[in-house]
């Protein structure tokens, strides 16, 4: 499994804009689709968005669908998720994960994840 950090989360008002950024200095991430993940606490995970490792080809919920924007760099190790036009109800901790045989599709389904890093808090608050 490989081991991941994300960074980049803090405070935004509501219109902002936030790049938050994960992270894999161990192991390369060009095999594994990158999703991400948020959760508001005594809620329950939800889906944000994913990446594919091959075709890189996202997916997003509906929530966000327009407003944020996954991305990566192989070569650096490094996904991005580009959140702009937030919302006080992005306000969550994110977090990102890898997924094997991910080529050109990525799911939305948590276990099928096998590696996550530690989360990283977004406020969105007027």
């Known amino acids: 499994q490989v081991q991941l950090v994300e960074s980049g989360g803090g405070l935004a008002q509501p219109g902002g804009s936030l790049r938050l950024s994960c992270v894999s200095s161990?192991?390369?991430?060009?095999?594994?689709?990158i999703g991400w993940f948020r959760q508001v606490p005594g809620k329950e995970l939800e889906w944000v968005s994913c990446?594919?490792?091959?075709?890189?080809?996202?997916r997003y919920a509906d929530s966000v669908k327009g407003r944020f924007t996954a991305s990566r760099d192989n070569a650096k190790n490094t996904a991005f998720l580009q959140m702009d036009s937030l919302k006080p109800e992005d306000t969550a901790d994110y977090f990102c994960?890898?997924?094997?045989?991910?080529?050109?599709?990525?799911?939305?389904?948590?276990?099928?994840?096998?590696?996550w890093g530690q989360g990283t808090q977004v406020s969105v608050s007027s």
């Open positions: 994960a890898t997924e094997r045989m991910a080529g050109y599709y990525c799911s939305d389904i948590p276990d099928q994840y096998i590696s």
């Open positions: 161990t192991f390369t991430l060009d095999e594994y689709a």
């Open positions: 990446i594919t490792s091959v075709s890189g080809t996202t």
